[in-house]
T-cell receptor, first 114, second 113 residues
Framework: AQTVTQSQPEMSVQEAETVTLSCTYD???????LFWYKQPPSRQMILVIR??????QNATENRFSVNFQKAAKSFSLKISDSQLGDTAMYFC???????????FGKGTRLSVIA | DGGITQSPKYLFRKEGQNVTLSCEQN?????MYWYRQDPGQGLRLIYY???????QKGDIAEGYSVSREKKESFPLTVTSAQKNPTAFYLC????????????FGQGTRLTVV
């Protein structure tokens, strides 16, 4: 079974600072995709960033970037220049080519403090 | 605008009643999913469907049922057999499995009264 673990239930960061959210996963597959989703207080799930396992280059989207370590099965999210609007639950998710839906971690609640 | 719509936003159910949560998408997506979200539990998969007239149980299917008679619709029924139905329910869709982004509805908060 594929599992996703987020070891930090809650985190906080000062506005304009940088924060890193951790995610590890367990799989025997070689081809898969990893995602970070954001769920703000509105509870609307929003895709933040995605990473293809076959790509060595880490994905980036503006202030959001990942550190993908395939051998270590680690997929952390770095948020630079944190903004108040970044306050949300962040979920790490995984899917592989075995025709199964996304598997989610339990989430990290991030609070950005002014 | 294309998107995925869940209704109602809030739903109250008496114990022993069945209730149906609606999920409609106009994205022409093949795959649709239902997840349950509880505090500290993340998103857990209830049911999913890859194509019309086909669906599969997820990790926590007991006490739930679904249908997929139309491509754009994937309603979820919470039956009286579900012992703890109070939760936030999210519907999602994607073009297909594996490499495509899942789009989510705004969710339904179900409360048993």
């Amino acid at each position: 079974a594929q599992t996703v673990t987020q070891s930090q239930p809650e985190m906080s960061v000062q506005e304009a600072e940088t924060v890193t959210l951790s995610c590890t996963y367990d799989t025997s597959e070689s081809n898969y995709y990893l995602f970070w989703y954001k769920q703000p207080p509105s509870r609307q799930m929003i895709l933040v960033i995605r990473q293809e396992a076959y790509k060595q280059q880490n994905a980036t989207e503006n202030r959001f970037s990942v550190n993908f370590q395939k051998a270590a099965k680690s997929f952390s999210l770095k948020i630079s220049d944190s903004q108040l609007g970044d306050t949300a639950m962040y979920f790490c998710a995984f899917v592989y080519s075995g025709n199964t839906p996304l598997v989610f971690g339990k989430g990290t609640r991030l609070s950005v403090i002014a | 605008d294309g998107g995925i719509t869940q209704s109602p936003k809030y739903l109250f159910r008496k114990e022993g009643q069945n209730v149906t949560l609606s999920c409609e998408q106009n994205l022409n997506h093949d795959a649709m999913y239902w997840y349950r979200q509880d505090p500290g539990q993340g998103l857990r998969l209830i049911y999913y469907s890859q194509i019309v007239n086909d669906f599969q149980k997820g990790d926590i299917a007991e006490g739930y049922s679904v249908s997929r008679e139309k491509k754009e619709s994937f309603p979820l029924t919470v039956t009286s057999a579900q012992k703890n139905p109070t939760a936030f329910y999210l519907c999602a869709s994607s073009m297909g499995f594996y490499d495509t982004e899942a789009f989510f509805g705004q969710g339904t908060r179900l409360t048993v009264v």
